[in-house]
């Protein structure tokens, strides 16, 4: 079974060596590596092009304009050829070496359509310890309505399901990555699996953790994407979120 890679880059030459190394080291082969850039400015494609002969025929890459990361993320989504999709950012670096054979062993057990995991966030100048552990044990299907979904960099999902029901809605500014995973797991109901294993390790300062105004955006498109799948909530049910994220930082400090 092929399981597609899809990393996004921009200007990213500082990070995205740690991304290829992981996806190299991992144990499952049996992949496609996707790399699309947005007409990087720095030496991203030097980097992509110097490691492309270390994948030996499994890694596709271009390098043009786009109109952002879900417009990009979309456009690996259109080259990926495998069975199983899933998306690593060029700031990430898979956590284990055996993170896709794990996947890969899930859809193998059949009566799946995605599986996900937990991810840990570090600080970039220091990547070994960890400032909050997002565990997507927890998660339910009902939780959607309070903005929870499972944490996205561990998700990976059948091909046939985004061209099912579609994949990113670039009409949203930093949560197409929710209102994607809502229509999937909560308005169509698709069967997902959780892997108790930490599959990512994400440096913080991202496009959904940089600032009080893109929590702000996020709780806009939070309530934009219930609206409009249909959804209950409300700005106050999508609060408890926080609340929750706050516990998770905390724990990750106090171990």
Not at 67 to 95: P, Q, W
Not at 107 to 123: E, L, M, S, T, W
Request: charged share 25%; aromatic share 12%.
């Amino acid at each position: 079974m092929k399981i597609s890679i899809i990393t996004i880059t921009y200007n990213s030459d500082k990070t995205l060596a740690d991304t290829l190394e992981s996806v190299l080291a991992q144990t499952y082969q049996e992949i496609e590596y996707i790399v699309v850039d947005g007409a990087s400015k720095d030496g991203t494609m030097d980097l992509v092009k110097r490691y492309e002969p270390l994948f030996e025929g499994k890694m596709r890459y271009v390098s043009e304009p786009d109109k952002g990361l879900y417009d990009a993320m979309n456009k690996g989504m259109r080259m990926a050829t495998g069975e199983v999709v899933g998306i690593l950012n060029s700031d990430d670096f898979y956590t284990d070496r055996e993170v896709l054979q794990r996947v890969a062993g899930e859809f193998r057990k059949g009566n799946v359509d995605a599986v996900y995991g937990d991810v840990h966030y570090v600080q970039p100048e220091d990547l070994s310890h960890c400032v909050r552990y997002y565990s997507s044990k927890p998660f339910r299907r009902w939780m959607m309505r309070l903005g929870f979904m499972p944490a996205h960099p561990s998700f990976y999902c059948r091909r046939e399901v985004y061209r099912k029901y579609g994949t990113f809605d670039t009409s949203y500014k930093v949560a197409a990555d929710f209102e994607n995973l809502l229509r999937l797991i909560f308005v169509n109901r698709i069967r997902t699996r959780y892997i108790p294993m930490d599959f990512v390790t994400m440096r913080t300062g991202g496009a959904s953790s940089s600032g009080l105004s893109s929590h702000r955006q996020i709780m806009r498109d939070h309530l934009r994407a219930l609206k409009e799948n249909g959804v209950y909530s409300n700005i106050f049910l999508l609060g408890l979120r926080y609340v929750y994220k706050v516990g998770e930082v905390v724990k990750s400090r106090m171990g």
